[in-house]
T-cell receptor
Framework: TQLLEQSPQFLSIQEGENLTVYCNSSSVFSSLQWYRQEPGEGPVLLVT?????EVKKLKRLTFQFGDARKDSSLHITAAQPGDTGLYLC?????????FGQGTELSVKP | DAGVIQSPRHEVTEMGQEVTLRCKPISGHNSLFWYRQTMMRGLELLIYFNNNVPIDDSGMPEDRFSAKMPNASFSTLKIQPSEPRDSAVYFC???????????FGPGTRLTVL
């Protein structure tokens, strides 16, 4: 089973700051998904990236898939308290998803 | 659409008791997944089904855990006997097929005393 490592594990920032979350693996994934999870709820899909080098934007969130399809990053511009939550990356392997440990983001007003 | 439905939302039981968690996937979805989430180990896949057939149960911790999917609209995860280390949030998710977008239920928070 391939492993996905996310960094940082915890991030506490002030409203308006920018941040980047990283998701790395030594193996290649055919696709990679990013989910966001709020307390007491299940994860919700934000985006799927498929092509090496692909960049996708979702309002203030920018997702990038590495050229070699082994890593990905999530960049948030001008973070808001509503961005607070657990961010999970997940790679596809054999019809199932392998999840990273997650990055717990706290944005203080 | 009601989304993925899980019951109960919370379960508190004593060590040695049998626990049954239930899941109703989104209608029309062909794949169903059971996950366990803890602070220490994150979100782990326990087992998944395609068209009601178990495909990969390599994540099931041990023989105390079993899962069934008797039809396309219902699945159960059973722990017998339960142990304190089984305490976690258990999620059910469904998708059109395989690793397509997965839709998660709200989870069942299990506490084994």
């Amino acid at each position: 089973t391939q492993l996905l490592e996310q960094s940082p594990q915890f991030l506490s920032i002030q409203e308006g700051e920018n941040l980047t979350v990283y998701c790395n693996s030594s193996s290649v994934f055919s696709s990679l998904q990013w989910y966001r999870q709020e307390p007491g709820e299940g994860p919700v899909l934000l985006v799927t990236v498929v092509t090496g080098g692909e960049v996708k934007k979702l309002k203030r969130l920018t997702f990038q898939f590495g050229d070699a399809r082994k890593d990905s990053s999530l960049h948030i511009t001008a973070a808001q308290p509503g961005d607070t939550g657990l961010y999970l990356c997940a790679g596809e392997e054999g019809g199932k998803l392998i999840f990273g440990q997650g990055t717990e983001l706290s944005v203080k007003p | 659409d009601a989304g993925v439905i899980q019951s109960p939302r919370h379960e508190v039981t004593e060590m040695g008791q049998e626990v049954t968690l239930r899941c109703k996937p989104i209608s029309g979805h062909n794949s169903l997944f059971w996950y366990r989430q803890t602070m220490m180990r994150g979100l782990e896949l326990l087992i998944y089904f395609n068209n009601n057939v178990p495909i990969d149960d390599s994540g099931m911790p041990e023989d105390r855990f079993s899962a069934k999917m008797p039809n396309a609209s219902f699945s159960t995860l059973k722990i017998q006997p339960s142990e304190p280390r089984d305490s976690a949030v258990y999620f059910c998710a469904s998708s059109d097929w395989g690793a397509d977008t997965q839709y998660f239920g709200p989870g069942t928070r299990l506490t084994v005393l």
